[in-house]
């Protein structure tokens, strides 16, 4: 029980990022592997905007999503689109988002330098038990902003216009098109929602690790993992694939060690990849986006 | 016929004067990586190149074989040779063992399992202490040495280095132009044709996966003498990353590609040296810029500018005539 409660936090975490991979994948049929250095850089602008500007955590939190929901709609119209538009080769569009990532990380250590910034928690650190379970304030934060978040995105893809565009195009690009969807303006939206969950993910990690330029490419993969265990551009399917992940590596390094904690996370993937090439709740749920 | 072979000799005597033409000890050391880099990235490019499979776990074929050839070479005393050999067939081992549940897989989906090998590989040797000594590495392997003749310095390495990329690529070229290269070919371009056409897609995807971890293998068996250190930091996911950049950047569809490609981003690295903090940052710029103005790596705007160029001279002797 304590792995399941020590695994959820971590696991919040890993589903918002896997969303984000998920959503530009559903519409735009690309990965982003820049995605880990969303996280990082909206780390770092909620450190800003906290420890140096001094607003209170939730504005400070906000705040960063936007800023970096901006770099999203930037790196879809000024990489993603030109490669669209000259019908460029899947594996070059992976090359153009590692340049992304390479320069983001480059960027951000050429802005806030090498060394790591604490960050300290909002709620405090002290530990409450109860019913025998140990529980930390930033955990909580963590899970229930992380909750509230996926759910604002639910609402978001359901119920708004924008929202709706997106899933068409994501069921079927020609389709949605035909019928007067602005495909090209639904994949900048997909990439700045996927900034943006990117940077709230930062945002809540950062207090339980040092804020450092290369933090994003670990975080980065562990998303993509839990995205592609759901089943990629699968939304439920990451949500699902992120605490999956997360409650795993918990049991895992509590149960056998920490040292092997991320090589039991990818062995478990390269598992349900063999099993199953597709993910794990792939096809049927696929078209539900 | 005669030409072709001038030009060969042309190329194998400017290779054996390059050492000494390159002063600093330095540069040598750049373009001995530039070689290792071509093996790998030779490798990359008969995997994505001729069945469409992407790789970015290539550097865990590389530690397999620099981990066997140098732990055989420090713990048992083996010769060079044989050791060399033992890490790349074990890493063949791991292409076929990894490359059979993977065939299976597409895309995303198959990247992302390369990646979890890889990280699973530097994991591994990272926590396996008592073998691997972990994050410190291993050091002090030993040089290789030929009847006497030790490969002590660059220069020397140079010598070896060419040889193996020479032997490379020809094996390269070769598998290219018989029939398992037009089947590989006739794989990438639609699988399911293929398979139809009688060609057993399955067994050439998995050859293709032990075939690039062979080239990866032997470049990391190569990788520990040259450097005399084998440590997990130099079989990293970034590291997997750049040599398939190199292979995208200088065209993944060709031989050449390779060599170009490990050599266009060896050498770009090397010259923004001086911008600092501002180095990669550039160097993604121009990684972005090539992907999305060159689509066929470098190599394909230069096939196309020949092409170009021989159709406007054909065109201006027509008019003479």
């Known amino acids: 029980m304590q792995y399941v409660l020590n695994g959820l936090p971590m696991g919040a975490i890993y589903a918002l990022v896997a969303l984000g991979y998920s959503l530009i994948y559903a519409a735009a049929g690309v ?24 607003v209170n955590f939730p504005v400070a939190m906000l705040l960063a999503m936007g800023g970096i929901a901006l770099v999203g709609v930037l790196i879809e119209r000024g990489v993603l689109r030109p490669l669209r538009r000259r019908n460029s080769p899947p594996i070059n569009v992976v090359i153009a988002t590692l340049g992304v990532a390479i320069i983001c990380r480059n960027a951000a250590l050429a802005i806030w ?16 038990e109860v019913g025998g379970l140990r529980l930390v304030p930033q955990d909580m934060l963590i899970v229930a902003l992380g909750v509230l978040i996926m759910l604002m995105l639910q609402y978001f893809l359901r119920y708004t216009r924008e929202g709706k565009a997106l899933r068409a195009v994501a069921q079927d690009r020609m389709a949605a098109s035909l019928m007067g969807v602005h495909a090209e303006r639904s994949d900048a939206v997909a990439f ?6 990117g940077a709230a993910a930062g945002a809540l990690v950062a207090p339980l690790f040092f804020v450092t330029f290369s933090m994003g490419a670990a975080i980065g993969l562990k998303g993509f993992v839990a995205a592609v265990v759901g089943g990629l551009g699968n939304i439920p399917g990451a949500i699902a694939g992120g605490f999956a992940l997360g409650v795993i590596e918990a049991a895992a390094s509590g149960l056998i060690s920490s040292g092997y904690r991320d090589a039991i996370a990818f062995a478990v993937l390269i598992l349900i990849l063999w099993l199953k090439p597709s993910g794990l709740l792939s096809r049927e749920a696929r078209q539900k986006v | 016929m005669k030409r072709a072979w001038l030009l060969r000799l042309a190329i194998a005597v400017f290779l054996a004067a390059v050492p000494w033409l390159v002063t600093s000890p330095y540069h040598m050391h750049i373009i001995n ?7 790998i990235t030779l490798g990359l490019n008969i995997l994505s190149g001729y069945t469409g499979q992407v790789s970015m776990g290539q550097a865990g074929f590389m530690a397999v074989g620099a981990y066997t050839c140098a732990l055989l070479m420090l713990r048992l005393n083996m010769p060079f040779w044989p050791s060399v050999l033992a890490g790349v067939l074990l890493a063949v081992v791991c292409g076929l063992a990894f490359g059979i549940p993977a065939m299976k897989l597409r895309g995303p989906y198959l990247v992302m399992a390369t990646v979890g090998f890889g990280e699973i590989v530097r994991l591994v040797l990272v926590n396996w202490v008592p073998v691997t000594r972990g994050a410190a590495g291993l050091t002090g392997i030993p040089v290789p040495a030929f009847v006497g003749l030790r490969v002590s310095d660059e220069r020397r390495f140079f010598y070896l280095v060419v040889a193996l990329v020479a032997v490379g690529v020809a094996a390269a070229l070769r598998l290219s132009a018989s029939k398992i290269g037009r089947a590989l070919v006739a794989i990438r371009e639609d699988d399911v044709a293929a398979e139809a056409m009688g060609v057993p897609v399955n067994v050439y995807k998995v050859a293709a996966f032990a075939i690039s971890a062979a080239y990866a293998g032997l470049a990391g068996a190569m990788y520990g003498p040259f450097t005399s250190v084998a440590s997990p930091d130099s079989f990293t996911f ?4 750049g040599y398939l950049c190199m ?8 031989v050449w590609g390779a060599l170009v490609g490990a050599f266009a981003l060896t050498v770009l690295s090397e010259l923004l040296r001086p911008f600092q903090s501002y180095r990669l940052i550039i160097y993604g710029l121009i990684l972005i810029c090539t992907v999305v103005f060159l689509p066929q790596g470098v190599t394909g705007l230069v096939m196309g ?15 003479r005539e």
């Open chain 1, 31 to 54: 990965l982003n592997w820049a995605q880990g250095d969303m996280v990082m850089l909206g780390a770092y602008l909620g450190f800003t905007l906290y420890q140096v500007v001094r």
């Open chain 1, 113 to 128: 330098g090498p060394d790591a910034q604490p960050f300290p928690p909002p709620l405090g650190s002290r530990t409450v």
């Open chain 1, 192 to 197: 700045a929602a996927s900034a943006a969950l």
């Open chain 2, 33 to 39: 990586l530039v070689g290792l880099y071509t093996l």
């Open chain 2, 238 to 241: 970034d590291d997997s990353v």
């Open chain 2, 247 to 254: 292979s995208v950047v200088g065209g993944n569809r060709g």
């Open chain 2, 305 to 319: 500018l020949i092409r170009r160029w021989r159709r406007g001279s054909r065109g201006v002797r027509g008019e």
